[in-house]
């Protein structure tokens, strides 16, 4: 078994730019034991980067992430992610996910589908109106998740400009010192805060009117987790899918052949949203710690009891003791659990409508436009958690 | 007084969730969870699990069979 003495490695291992993975996460999944690695701010922590491993630690109530509070807990930025709905652990976390759960299930989110394909269609009349090349980011991959989340949420759209540069920065990794980061938090949660005064005295058919009544007649949250709740799902609900459309037009661009496939079998659809979350490993490194609360064997490791250990999901979701071929993007391959939602009572609030979303955007898209192609330099984003593209210029 | 609790194998998306929630009532399984006996307590929490499944594979009756969770 390997101990905690281990000297860490730096990390994360991938490179902010693209969207490969790194070769040394094949070589950690066939070493017995987790990897103990180093980030730039924060202590030392075990990295699980083999499937089983990472579905052990997501799915095991042993496992806490709200013991994170309290420690210097590893991270990319100097600003630790505290408070929101990711950082408690079960009831309280059931407590605050059992008031949004209803709006995000499978069956509730369905109703979406035909607003979504109609967005999808007018933003894609208005690209061909104004002709090639266009910033496939900015004009289409943003303003879908964007719509749809303010008009779930109550989150009028014209103040698009003002979220993106706050949730641009929550999720930034870069050179924001605590302090910036933290102004910047109040900030967002300031705006949060009038827009829940404002529904409060004219309530409306949203999530966040639903929230209030959870909060002023039920007494079931907090005033400051109601603003946290509300914030967590606009940032969530929007640069995560906006950053995975264009991810999963770069990938098909990559892989031609299975990109005639899907133009010609287009009931591959579903299927592939679900293959291409497996394949593009989004995040730039690892999910956020999880605090091992007792003494528990992971993959050949004996975790202590107070260690944090990271998951290192797009590696899990290569992991050929799981997925065959793991390398290879299959656009038909049968059902797979993936895990780029992430597992466990964290697993994603907003994944089936993400999921709708990706299959609304990716279908009408390569639908539309038989000649999709990059038309200029594609410019990633950079000092982010997540990777992809900031700028990608299309043309067709 | 208990409840029964079921989980359509064929919508389970295997997000451990309720496993997560209930660990002494669900178990996840490779691809799907299954309720550790199909008595479960009458609690709240077991409605939780119930309201919290993205796939809403989980019902919840009681001993008229009238279904109790998810809940509207
Ligand atoms: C392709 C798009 C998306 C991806 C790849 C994604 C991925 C993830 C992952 C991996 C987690 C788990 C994090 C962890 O356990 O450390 C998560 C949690 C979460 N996601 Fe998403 N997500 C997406 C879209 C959305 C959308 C549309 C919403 C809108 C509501 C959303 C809301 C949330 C929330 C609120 C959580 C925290 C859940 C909790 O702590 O219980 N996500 N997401
Ligand atoms: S919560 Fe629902 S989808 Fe998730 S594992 Fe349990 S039954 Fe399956």
Redesign the pocket.
């Known amino acids: 078994m390997t101990t905690a003495e281990t000297t860490p490695i730096a990390y994360p291992f991938n490179d902010p730019e693209g969207l490969d993975l790194s070769g040394a996460y094949e070589e950690a999944r066939h070493r017995p034991g987790l990897v103990r690695v180093r980030l730039r701010y924060g202590e030392p922590a075990w990295l699980a980067t083999r499937y089983a491993d990472a579905r052990l630690v ?1 799915g095991d109530r042993r496992f806490s992430r709200a013991e994170a509070l309290n420690r210097d807990t590893p991270r990319q930025g100097e600003g630790q992610m505290d408070g929101g ?2 950082s ?1 652990d079960p009831p309280d ?1 059931t407590r605050l ?1 059992t008031l949004v759960a209803k709006a ?1 299930t499978v069956h509730q989110v369905e109703k979406l589908r035909p607003y979504v394909r109609e967005l999808t269609h007018s933003l894609l009349d208005e690209l061909e109106a104004a002709g090639p090349p266009a910033d496939l980011v900015d004009r289409y991959a943003l303003p879908i ?1 964007v719509a749809v ?1 303010c008009r779930l949420l109550g989150v009028p759209e014209e103040d698009r400009p003002k979220f993106r540069v706050w949730s641009d920065a929550a999720l930034s990794t870069s050179s924001l010192t605590a302090a910036e980061w933290e102004r910047n938090r109040e900030e967002l949660r300031a705006y949060m805060a009038r827009l829940v005064q404002e529904h409060r005295e004219a309530p409306r058919d949203d999530i966040m009117t639903s929230l209030i009544e959870a909060r002023d007649q039920g007494d079931r949250l907090s005033e400051l987790e109601l603003v946290d709740l509300c914030v ?2 606009l940032v ?3 640069e ?2 906006a950053t ?1 459309i264009p991810n999963f037009v770069m990938v098909l661009l990559d892989h031609p052949d299975e990109l005639r496939r899907l133009r010609e079998e287009p009931e591959l659809i579903k299927g592939s949203v679900e293959e291409l ?1 497996r394949f593009v490993p ?1 995040g730039v490194g690892a ?2 710690a999880r605090y091992a609360t007792e003494d528990i064997e992971v993959g050949g490791t004996l975790v202590r009891a107070g260690e944090p250990v990271l998951v290192a ?1 797009g590696s899990a979701n290569r992991d050929a003791l799981r997925f065959d071929e793991p390398g290879r993007l299959n656009v038909a391959r049968p059902a797979t659990q993936h895990l ?12 089936p ?2 999921r709708l ?2 299959q609304e955007a990716l279908g009408a898209l390569i639908g539309r436009f038989p000649n999709l192609h990059l038309a200029g330099d594609v410019v990633w984003k950079d000092q982010m958690l997540v990777r992809g593209p900031r700028v990608m210029p299309v043309g067709w | 007084m208990t409840w029964k609790a079921e989980v359509d194998g064929g919508r389970c998306m295997a997000s451990g969730m309720c496993a997560g929630i209930a660990p002494d009532l669900f178990v996840l399984d490779d691809e799907r969870a299954r309720p550790l006996s199909e008595e479960v307590p009458e609690e709240e929490r077991v409605l939780d699990v119930a309201d919290s499944c993205p796939a809403m594979a989980i019902t919840i009756v009681d001993g008229g069979a009238t279904v109790v969770g998810p809940r509207p």
């Open positions: 997501l709905i990711l408690m976390h996910r995000f998740p989340i967590g799902i969530a609900g929007h995560t899918t995975q979350m989004l999910s956020q999901v780029g939602f992430g597992h466990g009572v964290h697993h994603c609030l907003g994944a409508l993400a979303e990706l």
